[in-house]
């Protein structure tokens, strides 16, 4: 190993435990330092020139700029991301084009017959919606939206190696995430129980009355599917009643029980995907639904109902006090520190209550308080992805294939649109800090400095040594 490197890495194993521990600083502070640490939290870090740009115009207006994405030209993106057809595709599409003929070439390759060219494109999908997250982090103008974007598909999370989600997930980000991460909670929060995405992974498609007519008897007086259609609904599934409040809205302890889990999931029995494995669209059922009366969190909803029910638990966890208290913890701790102040917390919270959740306002409140403005705050470290992108945004990278950036997170540990559980991927330090990780960090670093990864041409006259030591080292891991 030569010595430039064994120095960077010492310094960056034997430095990074402490990174997150340094003193507030003057909240008047519109210096560099302060420019470049609102750089990292509102983005993914500064190009150069940018601490310049947003010196020359005052940082509060690169703000309020940024909570405005749609006035911002962004012509530029569009020309990075041509040549990834299936991004304009719908769902419906992308089953048809490309699910269906590879479910035919893999029974083709059971029954010994040729592999066809479709069998090659099986994970074509997934790889290309990568590849548009991480050239729109890297080249959009929009810099908080990308980030939103990413805090509430993190939010919402599904996993694409469940069945067939994975042709799901670019219709659900461009259609159910992206356009509400500045609108209203309530907006957001229907659309996503609506998105066959989220049907699909929490199983909400087969959730239904099992006492419903779509039930048979048998001859022991027992309730059954019809046997010809192996994938109708059993009964009542749970999942996403639990997620919904645990992980969307109330927080685990925002004060429901497993009644209200009950409750809830019969309110959304009946919300199915027609043609679910033909990329088909939310739709309502009334033969799955159960309509007896339901109390959810101490509200009746009467007897008799339809998909009415469910909009109504929307309607009631989208403005309880808990859901805007657990909402703000989250959007404090991704924006400002992994051990949210606990006023800044109070003052986002009461912001989306008065602003009948109003996340552009929510966001404004907490991208404008002290807390955030301090720069060199409560340290936060860089995600992978947030690491990748903020270094290929720092050296001016030209990325002509995303494809290797994708595999080098996957190979960091946080693979996107593939993190399991549906609590998403961490966004707190302790998650990321591990020597392996910090080594394969240091590694990307080497390569990037080096411009020995393909598909990207850095442009940099910096010397090898300094940019691999400045990409690795403990400062630049910092957001």
Known sequence: MKPFVAFALTLFVATNSAAVHSEVSDTSDTSDTSITHALNRIGFGARPGDVERVRSMGLEKYIEQQLHPERIPDSAIAPRLAGLE????????????????QIEARKAKRDGEPATPQDMRANAVVQELGEQKILRAVYSERQLQEVLVDFWFNHFNVDARKGPARFMLT????????????GKFRDLLEADAKSPAMLFYLDNWMS????????????????????QNKNAPKGLNENYGRELMELHTLGVDGGYTQHDVTEVARCFT?????????????VFRPALHDMGQKVVLGHVIRAGGDQSDGERVLDILARHPSTARFIATKLVRRFVSDTPPPSLVERAAKRFRDTDGDLREVMRTILLSPEFLSAGGDDKMK???????SALRATNA??????????????????????????????????????GALVDRMNFALRLASHKLPGIDVTT???????ALRLGGPEFQRK
């Not at 299936?86 to 490309?98: F, N, Q």
């Not at 009946?270 to 939310?282: E, L, M, N, Q, V």
């Not at 494809?403 to 998650?431: E, F, N, S």
Request: proline share 12%; glycine share 6%; aromatic share 8%.
């Open 383 to 389: 995600t992978p992805f947030e690491f990748v992108v």
């Open 270 to 282: 009946g919300w199915t995907i027609d043609k679910p494995r033909a990329g088909g669209a939310f």
């Open 86 to 101: 299936t991004l304009r595709m719908s769902s419906r599409e992308i089953a048809e084009k490309i699910e269906q003929p």
């Open 461 to 467: 006259s910096e010397p090898v040594e300094d940019l």
């Open 171 to 182: 219709e659900y980000e461009r259609e159910t995430i992206r356009p509400h991460v500045l």
């Open 208 to 227: 239904a009355d099992p006492h419903g007519p779509h039930m048979m008897v048998t001859r022991r007086g027992i309730l059954r599917p019809p046997p």
């Open 398 to 435: 030209d990325v002509h294939d995303a494809l290797p950036l994708v595999r080098t997170l996957q190979q960091l540990g946080m693979p996107l649109y593939q993190c399991q559980p549906p609590t998403g991927y961490k966004d707190t330090a302790d998650a990321w800090i591990n020597t």
